[in-house]
């Protein structure tokens, strides 16, 4: 009979070795690219569930901002959201009314010529749904959204391109904001 070689346990130790080395190999990658996505910016979002009782709404819209408006329409809109005119709506068709956007600056940093460089800009609006009456069911709400403004001290076109076009991002976070509270409306 011939006896085991000493090859044939080394063989399955390192067959073995190799293996947990691959599964440590494959959860080392599997965090890198985790770590990489998060570190990009992306997140994960489910789709919004938006109660029953708001999936047809009228809207009332005071916040001064046309892009602001769109901005709401669509975020609502892929929500799943129905906007009908007011004529269009019965008595228990609730109503979501928009207050004015605040706008706030504030100066974070001068440069060398005492010019403005960095601003944080804050937008602010609060918001209810309310019946066909007038009464309120939920809220009032506050919704924000906070961005710091560079290049402050460029030529003035580039910076009221520059300045509408953080504006518009900013009028965006504030419409799917609006639209991720709605989620937890107790109605």
């Given at each position: 009979?011939?006896?085991?070689?000493?090859?044939?346990?080394?063989?399955?130790?390192?067959?073995?070795?190799?293996?947990?080395?691959?599964?440590?190999?494959?959860?080392?990658?599997?965090?890198?690219?985790?770590?990489?996505?998060?570190?990009?910016g992306f997140?994960?979002?489910?789709?919004?569930?938006?109660?029953?009782?708001?999936?047809?709404?009228?809207?009332?819209?005071?916040?001064?901002?046309?892009?602001?408006?769109?901005?709401?329409?669509?975020?609502?809109?892929?929500?799943?959201?129905?906007?009908?005119?007011?004529?269009?709506a019965?008595?228990?068709?609730?109503?979501?009314?928009?207050n004015a956007?605040?706008?706030?600056?504030?100066?974070l940093?001068?440069d060398?010529?005492?010019?403005?460089?960095?601003?944080?800009?804050?937008?602010?609006?609060?918001y209810?749904?309310?019946?066909?009456?007038?009464?309120?069911?939920?809220?009032?709400?506050?919704?924000?959204?906070?961005?710091?403004?560079?290049?402050?001290?460029a030529e003035?076109?580039?910076?009221?391109?520059?300045?509408?076009?953080?504006?518009?991002?900013?009028?965006?976070?504030?419409?799917?904001?609006?639209?991720?509270?709605?989620?937890?409306?107790?109605?």
């Amino acid at each position: 009979m011939a006896e085991p070689s000493l090859f044939t346990n080394n063989n399955t130790e390192i067959t073995d070795m190799i293996a947990a080395l691959t599964q440590t190999t494959r959860l080392l990658l599997l965090a890198l690219l985790t770590m990489s996505l998060v570190a990009c910016g992306f997140h994960l979002r489910g789709q919004t569930n938006i109660p029953a009782k708001l999936k047809v709404i009228t809207l009332t819209s005071e916040s001064g901002s046309d892009s602001f408006d769109r901005a709401l329409r669509i975020a609502l809109t892929k929500a799943g959201v129905v906007i009908v005119d007011k004529n269009s709506a019965n008595k228990d068709t609730l109503n979501l009314k928009i207050n004015a956007i605040t706008k706030t600056d504030i100066e974070l940093a001068r440069d060398s010529d005492n010019d403005l460089s960095q601003l944080q800009r804050r937008l602010t609006s609060h918001y209810f749904v309310r019946q066909a009456d007038g009464k309120s069911l939920y809220g009032p709400r506050t919704i924000n959204t906070t961005k710091t403004l560079t290049n402050q001290n460029a030529e003035e076109s580039a910076k009221l391109s520059y300045n509408q076009a953080q504006e518009e991002s900013m009028n965006e976070d504030l419409a799917n904001q609006l639209v991720y509270d709605l989620s937890y409306a107790p109605l």
